[in-house]
């Protein structure tokens, strides 16, 4: 008889807390729960972000997108090239579905020279469909750093289920409110660059420069 243990996923921990919590509702249910609850919350905050360099070639200016399995790209936070930051719109560069960007300025020699970074926030690809045990491409530090987080969410939307024997409002209230809450510090944090107290304003961006 093997005594190899079964594989643990960084979800297991959380799918645990809200089998205690919700008697009666079976692993596939709350899993699916959970993986909308992380998939908003992705889509919301900019929490999952990933940086990736492009190496310019000359006279391209559409450049595909590496994406991390189990994931798409909700939207690109910055583009930088040679230090310097450039924007978005009819100057810089624009964001193709699914998963390119295409630059206005066609790059030279010069330009080349220098790989274009970007930095990419990223959301849970439909296709995974919330399969149980599995952790959906999620890095495991955010199933520890947003872990309350995502129990909250995932227990609003179990108590909000209507004719079920865990059916809470009351309790659905409470989590959402939580959850919420949780969602707007966390988008802080993504957006200010993790740093307390950052301020709002920034440096003015200048074109693509090469």
Known sequence: MSSKKPKCHASDRLITALLVQVPGATVD?????????????LQRTSAWQIAED????EGQTEYDLAIPSGSRVVRVMALSHN?????????????GQPSSIAIWKSPDLAMCEQPMRVISALALDPGCGGKACCDWGVPEYMWQMFHSCWLDGTLGKMFT???KPWSNKLQAGYHH??????MANAKH?????????????RFP???FVG
């Not at 492009?54 to 070639?57: A, G």
């Not at 944090?189 to 304003?201: H, I, K």
Request: aromatic residues 10%; positive net charge; charged residues 15%.
């Open 161 to 163: 289920m209507p004719s």
């Open 177 to 182: 409110k939580r959850f919420r809450n949780r």
């Open 29 to 41: 249910m709350l899993s699916m729960q959970l993986f909308d609850t992380v998939d908003e919350f």
């Open 83 to 95: 230090g310097r930051p450039v924007p978005n719109g009819p100057l810089g560069y624009v964001v």
């Open 54 to 57: 492009i190496q310019l070639v």
């Open 205 to 207: 961006q200048g074109g």
């Open 189 to 201: 944090e993504a957006t200010q660059g993790s740093v307390y107290a950052q301020p709002n304003w």
